[in-house]
């Protein structure tokens, strides 16, 4: 029988769209590989990371290590997860549960609230991390879970009722060498870490923020007196319409708590920042206390904006101030981002920067660690490498955090739906595959072909000599 050019034209069509099927079908139920977006390698990091407590591995060790992380990662991870509408993906009762069973530790006859963690022989509680973690709690519904009581005396045992402000204890701690150190500890993400000296001794806009957001988490804001916290607040503003540490701040100045020669507080020629300036908007956000003019919003605005460091190929990011010298945009937590795009979005002039900030959004998924090795077909996604998260200077939660948050303060989170790379390469493996299979199949029934009309003509000759030797045979 012979095959009619049509069905030689449609059978690598259709050797093509089966084999692509086919290895699609095998290689989508194996690996989960061809639907994978930016997102879902997140959740996906997230969700295969949850242990049987509730917490989750520390990802500060790679190759399969599995350290169980703090309750302030947890919560990280809620937030992120919240963010992302992804909270299926995680048993959220036993995280909620761990994180709640962290909130005190006993002493001796002494508990100790605020989720202490341990440096040397000390155990305290960090304002920043207990201001997380209620967040997180609260995304979940789950604040009534914790000891209010207690957490309030946290919060209130870091309030100055002579200023209004909030301040943080000095914490003394002997080394096993003998060494002595006195530090406050408050992990507010900054260009420094301020646990090597005690630059939050003293009333400052980070601990007031932290401590008037932990109140109002926990309703208990009729516990201070807001007028005097709005007043101090409100002396900490500058002329260029930002916000310092601390009323008296500019570089030079060196604050009697600091063993330091200049002011701990990374500020510029005004003694403001970006960071201080994000605080201060935050606590009167929180407070209502935005609808009227008690802030020049324009002035505010032009202060973030003149923070904007340009990148490579149009992109920015936004650092510590406009003086900035020390590249915090290095940074990888990209907090100084954040603090820029939730300024303007509390003081209502998101809109008018949208383009801007646009140009940071993209930036920030270039941070994402989606690395693989290429092998074929399906490339190997380095999960023991952090994959999925983002990665910095700081660890991946905090990292990863910052980065979803931004990404939905400025209503991007739509960009985490691209499909990752590892999925690109792998569609395009399976693809070139496919050719490859349909031009093998198309030689091979061009070949059968050849071969079934040469033994059709061997045939043909022979019945022709057969019917040739009859016929003389016959005369």
């Known amino acids: 029988m012979k095959m009619k050019p049509k069905y030689l034209v449609i059978s690598p069509f ?45 990802f500060w060790f790679p190759n399969g290590t599995i350290v169980e992380g703090l309750p302030y990662f947890v919560a990280e991870e809620l937030i992120t997860l919240k963010t992302l509408g992804a909270l299926e993906a995680i048993d959220v009762e036993k995280a909620v549960n761990y994180i709640v069973s962290k909130q005190n530790i006993i002493i001796g006859n002494t508990t100790i609230w605020g989720w202490p963690v341990k440096r040397a022989n000390k155990y305290f509680g960090d304002p920043y991390e207990v201001f997380i973690i209620l967040t997180a709690l609260k995304s979940v519904n789950a604040l009534d879970k914790v000891n209010r ?24 701690i002997e080394w096993p060498n003998g060494v002595v150190e006195n530090f406050t500890a408050c992990s507010f993400p900054l260009e420094f870490y301020a646990s090597s000296d005690v630059a939050y001794a003293e009333p400052n806009m ?21 007028t005097k916290t709005i007043e101090w607040i409100l002396s900490c503003k500058a002329e260029n319409g930002a916000f310092k540490p601390f009323p008296k701040s500019h570089p030079e100045y060196l604050p009697p708590w600091s063993s330091l020669r200049t002011n701990p507080f990374y500020v510029d020629r005004y003694g403001t920042g970006l960071a201080y300036t994000y ?3 935050s606590t009167l956000n929180t407070l209502g206390l935005l609808e009227g003019d008690i802030i020049d919003k324009g002035k505010v605005r032009d202060y973030v904006l003149s923070c904007v460091e340009p990148l490579l190929r149009g992109a920015i990011l936004f650092k510590a101030h406009p003086d900035d010298r020390r590249i915090t945009v290095g940074a990888g937590v990209r907090q100084y981002t ?23 959004s993209k930036y920030i998924l270039t941070e994402q ?31 990863t ?9 400025t209503e991007s989170l739509y960009l985490l739906n691209e499909l990752t790379p590892a999925a690109l390469k792998t569609w395009q493996n399976l693809v070139i595959f496919s050719v490859i299979v349909s031009i093998v199949s ?10 079934l009309a040469h033994k059709r003509l061997q045939v043909k000759e022979i019945e022709n000599e057969t019917k040739s030797t009859n016929s003389t045979r016959g005369a």
């Open 338 to 360: 954040y603090y820029a795009v939730k300024t303007l979005k509390n003081i209502g002039m998101f809109e008018e920067s949208k383009y801007t900030l646009a140009k940071a």
């Open 401 to 409: 955090l910052y980065a979803v948050s931004i990404l939905n303060e």
């Open 149 to 172: 009581t207690a957490l309030i005396d946290f919060a209130l045992s870091r309030y100055d009722a002579f200023t209004g402000a909030f301040k943080e204890p000095i914490i003394t």
């Open 206 to 226: 980070i601990s007031t923020f932290l401590g008037v957001t932990i109140l109002a988490q926990l309703n208990a804001l009729d516990k201070i007196n807001l």
């Open 14 to 58: 259709a050797a093509f769209l089966i084999s692509l099927l086919f290895s699609v079908s095998i290689v989508q139920v194996e690996t989960g590989v061809l639907t994978e977006t930016r997102k879902s390698a997140i959740v996906n990091m997230f969700s295969e990371n949850q242990l049987e407590s509730g917490s989750f591995v520390t």
């Open 369 to 399: 660690n989606l690395r693989f090795d290429d092998s074929w077909p399906v490339p190997n996604r380095r999960k023991e490498s952090f994959y999925g998260l983002f990665l910095g200077t700081f660890t991946p939660h905090d990292a």
């Open 279 to 281: 605080a201060a908007i």
């Open 442 to 451: 198309f030689v091979g029934i061009m070949v059968s072909a050849g071969i």
